[in-house]
Each structure stands twice: as structure tokens, then as C-alpha cells.
């Protein structure tokens, strides 16, 4: 599942690893093919490691009951790495993107950099943001992975592009947070149907909203947390206390915020509207296997 971040992968992975034909990673983003020259690649690697340890990366080393192992990596949608070794495979695993509306994605990542990192004290306004994240990049959100490229991991027609030259259409699934919320059922329904597993499990799942954006109240005990997190495996007791401990380190952002920003957002999504007009294309010619039906729009 190569992503995008801020468009609900963690909650499309918390409803998929709830179902009994599905297992996650020892960490959610398992990161197993990213580039060897990326900042977040793990110690352990397909470059390193060979092909074989990826299984490693699982609480059962591959060798469990499952249908799908499941490695929920968005910073695989730009990965050199990941497109070429995905697209060699036999068998050849399935790949799923869940997007957004680019410009309200733009404006999470705003809120989530600001705010809940507090990574971006300098920045004042979700515009003066836009300016920094546009090419050429301020220098001052370069250091940042997410927010380095958040302009053109944004650009979704070009990266299904990209992976469906690579994929053949009945191995490439792609959904929306808009979707998902406006038919959950049918959304969920065909998502089994490509994965061939019971859908119902995935309907009658109730996970908690993941990952939302917040306003840290203490920088410092955020970083020492994620410094424990990382020495941690990803599973529900500790997700649970990760969760708890962020709710006391928490306080809702401005949603008055998103209203101040309308016309902006309007005016997002107008220079936003031809890349997608051309994603829609593309859906409907590779989404699940050539199904027309299955290419909705997002909003």
C-alpha cells in the first residue's frame, strides 16, 4: 500500500488488518523497498538484507495463516526501488493507493506539520505553506521528508502513471478517504473482491479515527514518545498506549482554520482540476482490472 500519507492509509490498514486473512508488519510501514540513499530507510532492506528478509519484517515471518502480508509504506509511491522490484515479482503483489482531494490533503499536511509536529514554527498561514512546499523547495522544509516532496507526492496522476506502467490493471487498486466515506459498503466490497477475501469482516470493523491531526501541547514529550515508539512493535496494546498518551499530550486544532481557507482552497483545487481530470482517465482504464464502475471521483 503505497499511500498517499494524509489520505487515510492508516485507517484503510487498521480496517484491513482486522480482517482474519490479513497480517501487518512488525511496524505498519514496514519501508522494506525504499531507496538505500532515502533518510527513512530501515536497517533492514532489500538492498542489504536481499529479498528473503522482507518476510522478517512480520510477526510470523511470512509463514502464517494469511492470504496478505500487508506493508502500508506511502513513501513507496516515489520509491525507484519499490516500483522496479514490485513490477519484476512473481507472483506479483497487489498494490493499493488510497488519495485525497489534493488540495485538502495539502491542507492536513499543513495543519499536521504545524501543528502536531510543531516542525514549522516559522510558517504562519496554510498559503505561506504552499509557498514553502512549491519548487523550488524553502530550504527550511527540505530537512523534512514528508513535507520535502509533499507538492509532488501530491501530483497523483503522474505516480499512477508510473505504477501502471509497471502493474498490470488487475493488480492495482485505487480508492479514495472521499469514497470510502460516501459508500462504505461498496467501497470495502470491492476492495475484498480484488483481494478475494470475505468482505464482511472489512464491514463490520469499527477502528477508531487514526492518525488525526492535532495541537501537541509538549514538543518534548512528543519526541521522547516517538523515540519509544520506534523501539516498540506495532500492535493493538501499543497502539492503545501510544493513542493515550498522545490524547493527554493533545488539544483540537482551529477548525475554524478550514473555513478561513476556503477561497484558497477553491482556488487549489481550480490549478489542481486538469492532473485531475487526466487521474480520472487513468482510473477507469486500470482500476481493478479495466471496471470502469470503480474510478469515482474525489471530491
Same mark, same amino acid.
Given at each position: ?9 492508516? $485507517?484503510?490498514? %487498521? ?18 523497498? !525504499? %531507496? ?11 538492498? #542489504? ?31 525507484? $526501488? ?59 522544509? +527540505?530537512?523534512?521528508? !514528508? ?44 476492495? +475484498? ?22 495541537? #501537541? ?8 514518545? +516517538? ?59 486500470? +482500476? ?12
Amino acid at each position: 500500500m503505497p499511500g498517499v500519507a494524509k489520505c487515510g492509509t492508516t $485507517t484503510l490498514y %487498521d480496517l484491513l488488518v482486522a480482517h482474519p486473512r490479513v497480517t501487518g508488519g512488525i511496524d505498519k510501514e514496514v519501508r522494506f523497498l !525504499m %531507496d538505500i540513499d532515502d533518510r527513512l530507510c530501515p536497517p533492514v532492506n532489500l538492498h #542489504t538484507s536481499g529479498l528473503e528478509a522482507w518476510a522478517s519484517q512480520y510477526p510470523d515471518k511470512g509463514l502464517g495463516d494469511f492470504d496478505i502480508w500487508l506493508d502500508a509504506s506511502p513513501q513507496y509511491q516515489y520509491q525507484h $526501488t519499490a516500483l522496479e522490484t514490485i513490477a519484476r515479482l512473481e507472483p506479483q503483489p497487489k498494490v493499493l493507493f488510497i488519495l485525497r482531494n489534493p488540495a485538502r490533503r495539502l491542507f492536513s499536511l499543513y495543519q499536521y506539520a504545524r501543528y502536531h509536529q510543531q516542525a514549522i514554527p516559522w510558517v504562519m498561514s496554510f498559503e505561506h505553506f504552499i509557498e514553502a512546499i512549491r519548487e523550488p523547495v524553502d530550504d527550511r522544509i +527540505a530537512q523534512f521528508n !514528508m513535507l520535502r516532496s509533499a507538492w509532488r507526492d501530491t501530483i497523483y496522476d503522474a505516480m499512477i502513471e508510473d505504477w501502471s506502467g509497471a502493474v498490470p490493471a488487475h493488480n492495482l487498486f485505487v480508492t479514495s478517504i472521499e469514497e470510502l466515506a460516501q459508500d462504505r459498503i461498496k467501497t470495502l466490497r470491492s476492495l +475484498a473482491s480484488w483481494l478475494n477475501i470475505d468482505a464482511q469482516p472489512l464491514i463490520l470493523a469499527r477502528t477508531a479515527k487514526s492518525n488525526p491531526t492535532i495541537v #501537541t501541547r509538549s514538543r518534548t514529550l512528543r519526541s521522547i514518545g +516517538a523515540k519509544a515508539a520506534r523501539l516498540l512493535p506495532e500492535n493493538p496494546v501499543v497502539r492503545w498506549a501510544k493513542d493515550a498518551v498522545r490524547e493527554l499530550n493533545s488539544a483540537p486544532v482551529d477548525r475554524d482554520e478550514l473555513d478561513d481557507n476556503a477561497p484558497f482552497l477553491a482556488q487549489l483545487e481550480e490549478e489542481f482540476a486538469p492532473m485531475m481530470a487526466r487521474l480520472g482517465a487513468l482510473r477507469a482504464s486500470v +482500476a481493478q482490472g479495466g471496471d470502469t464502475s470503480a474510478a469515482g471521483a474525489i471530491a
